[in-house]
């Protein structure tokens, strides 16, 4: 039962142009989402997240959108950079619940070529 | 000055053998979550201790019992290993139950039972 879905497994852009990660979902009560970014050998670390009440969030090069009607949300990175080259998670919470647990999707794998 | 540390980062044993992952945080958070990948690459929580006390117990077999000494501390015993336990998981915390956004991850053990 995947709620959280990833549908590309990787993802290859020039240094300098846009990556653009999509993340779709199917559980009506997800209300908070959240990006994260994955090296080899090392934990996910927190990216971005945006509330259900928004639809767009920025920091820095990173901005995450979400269409709630169409229960999808994108990570665009803008320019890309050889260090942006990692794994990124798309997860998503119900925040009202009665735990707090992040459901991942499978991740995207970004290579992004000098 | 790890975050939160994880031991050890590898770990290959027998089928049958019990062994034991170790999760300690220095951020003094409340929170601690185990939370497993396995091949498909899905990152699923099994556990969440919240002040050493147990919050979320997802369908986990009970050949694997999480333990926690302290709040710093979430370890995580598995006995009886079989060979689909073979996954990479990693511990994490945070600064509160439902404090969605402020997860830490620790770097990951990655177990192979053969």
């Known amino acids: 039962d995947q709620q959280v879905k990833q549908n590309s497994p990787s993802l290859s852009v020039q240094e300098g142009r846009i990556s653009i990660l999509n993340c779709d979902y199917t559980n009506s009560m997800f209300d908070y989402f959240l990006w994260y970014k994955k090296y080899p050998a090392e934990g996910p670390t927190f990216l971005i997240s945006?509330?259900?009440?928004?639809d767009k969030n920025e920091d820095g090069r990173f901005t995450v959108f979400l269409n709630k009607s169409a229960k999808h949300l994108s990570l665009h990175i803008v320019p890309s950079q050889p260090g942006d080259s990692a794994v990124y998670f798309c997860a998503a919470v119900n925040s009202g619940g009665s735990n707090y647990k992040l459901t991942f999707g499978k991740g995207t794998l970004l290579t992004v070529n000098p | 000055d790890t975050a939160v540390s994880q031991t050890p980062k590898y770990l290959v044993t027998q089928m049958g053998n019990d062994k034991s992952i170790k999760c300690e945080q220095n951020l003094g958070h409340d929170t601690m979550y185990w939370y497993k990948q396995d091949s498909k690459k899905f990152l699923k929580i099994m556990f969440s201790?919240?002040?050493?006390?147990?919050?979320i117990n997802e369908t986990v077999p009970n050949r694997f019992s999480p333990k926690s000494p302290d709040k710093a501390h979430l370890n995580l015993h598995i006995n009886s290993l079989e060979l689909g336990d073979s996954a990479v998981y990693f511990c994490a915390s945070s600064h509160r139950q439902g404090d969605v956004y402020g997860y830490t991850f620790g770097s990951g053990t990655r177990l192979t039972v053969v």
């Open positions: 201790y919240n002040n050493k006390e147990l919050i």
């Open positions: 945006i509330s259900s009440i928004k």
